[in-house]
């Protein structure tokens, strides 16, 4: 920022400071204007991920500016941390993992009513493992005439891989990064597929390891410890967002084997989750932070992501992400490598705004809801309705549906930009095309969903 631009952005807020008014809003003339912020002065956490992307777009263009805030961004140490100082109040906000929000609410964990009215991203994540794992995988999978693998590869090429190490007497482990992160129900899902028991959770008995009954031990790391640990040979592999599975390809200590778009695509990734309680206390603030993230989001993805390097370079420092730039742009760019060398297109990988992607859909909540139930943190049956009911109390399209039509009647969007809000239900189509088993998911019919699967927790059972 410019020294005239700090000093005008500086003026406006000793005049807000003085007088008790949002400027922008002083000229408000329309059924969808958004009032005065409660709150201006405001803190929101991140991990050192590409996904924290919208808000350092929204902090370095000036979106939260223009909505009369202003915004420090504090990278936190790991995600319990982040959750725990949203809960605290020592946050206003923060970049959350899609299913955080949800198992606060529920109370597996700490227990408080999180919610989200904006995703941040879908796609963004990927499984690395160690260059032993790979050479071991390899001779499992499906080759192309040039040496290469046919994409998406199965964990059914692990399952070898996992029985040579436990004949030399060595459990399999592997990194994620939250208990209730997207990675682990990605890895989960990814594994089960393959034939592979990741292991249930029995948090009725005392016992939150996720490990009853495993083929491989799944843990705890923070993201940008997974190379290092990976390197160390404290776990074979792990899953997590990027840069850190680009970073092990270019250490040269690992490969990533599949991306959680081949797995299951298009879902709520990262979402911007505050507590309940601070929503129902700064209404027009919540509305004026998302009207921000959601021309943050626009940016990332308009002209067929033509930002993406200036985002790249943006993000790679220090203050944010802290990787180099060639490693962040690997995905942010639209392409993903793999073995060293073999690059390959991934427009999708990290999505910001086509396809929705900001739009918080209760029906991605139900997802994260059954993957819950399907490993033992939801540790008894519960009925459909329930599901709904958790799902539309975390996700709250109606905040989000708020902010976006102030965008659209302001003239800084248009609706061919959003949902069709008028008859936008919340709930995604049933679709099997989008899982790499094929399986069909139904938000609204979630026990049902369930007892597709040959592995995890089905009916009343328990671990």
């Known amino acids: 920022m410019n020294t005239l631009t700090t000093h005008v952005h500086s003026c406006c807020h000793t005049l807000k400071k003085i007088f008790g008014l949002t400027l922008l809003s002083a000229f408000a003339h329309n059924s969808f204007a958004v009032g005065p912020p409660e709150k201006e002065d405001l803190i929101f956490g991140f991990i050192k991920l590409t996904d924290m992307a919208p808000l350092a777009i929204a902090y370095e263009k000036h979106f939260f500016e223009d909505e009369g805030l202003f915004v420090e961004l504090e990278a936190q140490a790991n995600w319990r941390v982040l959750l725990d100082g949203v809960i605290s109040g020592e946050l206003d906000g923060a970049h959350m993992l899609a299913g955080q929000p949800l198992g606060a609410t529920i109370g597996y964990g700490t227990e408080a009513h999180i919610i989200t009215a904006f995703t941040m991203d879908l796609n963004g994540n990927a499984i690395t493992v160690s260059n032993d794992v790979w050479d071991r995988m390899k001779p499992h999978l499906n080759l192309d005439e040039d040496g290469k693998p046919i994409h998406p590869n199965s964990a059914a090429a692990l399952k070898p891989v996992i029985e040579h190490?436990?004949?030399?007497?060595?459990?399999?482990?592997?990194?994620?990064?939250?208990?209730?992160?997207?990675?682990?129900?990605?890895?989960?899902?990814?594994?089960s597929a393959g034939g592979i028991h990741p292991g249930y959770y029995a948090p009725q008995r005392g016992d939150t390891s996720g490990q009853i009954d495993a083929d491989v031990l799944l843990s705890v790391t923070p993201p940008p410890q997974m190379p290092s640990t990976l390197d160390a040979g404290t776990i074979h592999g792990y899953s997590v967002g990027e840069p850190w599975n680009q970073q092990a390809v270019f250490r040269d200590i690992g490969v990533p084997v599949i991306t959680d778009y081949d797995i299951?695509?298009?879902?709520?990734?990262?979402v911007f989750g505050v507590s309940n309680e601070w929503a129902e206390e700064n209404p027009n603030t919540h509305i004026r932070v998302v009207k921000a993230l959601i021309r943050a989001g626009k940016w990332l993805d308009e002209e067929n992501n033509a930002n993406r390097e200036e985002a790249a370079k943006i993000i790679s420092a220090s203050r944010y992400?802290?990787?180099?730039?060639?490693?962040?742009?690997?995905?942010?760019t639209g392409i993903f490598?793999?073995?060293?060398?073999?690059?390959?297109?991934?427009?999708?990988?990290?999505?910001?705004?086509?396809?929705?992607?900001?739009?918080?859909?209760?029906?991605?909540?139900?997802w994260y809801l059954t993957q819950m139930r399907r490993w033992g943190q939801i540790p008894e049956q519960k009925p459909d309705d329930w599901y709904m009911e958790m799902a539309s109390k975390v996700f709250r399209p109606d905040i989000y549906e708020k902010a976006a039509r102030a965008l659209i009647d302001e003239g800084t969007m248009s609706p061919e930009d959003f949902p069709n809000f008028d008859e936008e239900t919340g709930f995604r189509p049933p679709s099997h095309t989008t899982f790499i088993d094929g399986i069909e998911f139904d938000a609204k019919q979630p026990n049902a969903y369930l007892t597709q699967f040959d592995i995890g927790l089905q009916g009343d059972e328990t671990p």
């Open 165 to 191: 190490y436990e004949d030399e007497g060595d459990s399999f482990r592997m990194g994620m990064v939250f208990p209730v992160s997207t990675h682990n129900y990605e890895l989960r899902y990814w594994l």
């Open 321 to 332: 992400v802290g990787a180099d730039y060639e490693v962040i742009a690997n995905s942010m």
């Open 264 to 270: 299951r695509n298009n879902i709520a990734e990262k």
């Open 337 to 366: 490598e793999y073995e060293k060398g073999d690059v390959r297109e991934a427009p999708d990988f990290n999505v910001f705004f086509r396809h929705n992607a900001t739009y918080p859909y209760p029906s991605d909540a139900v």
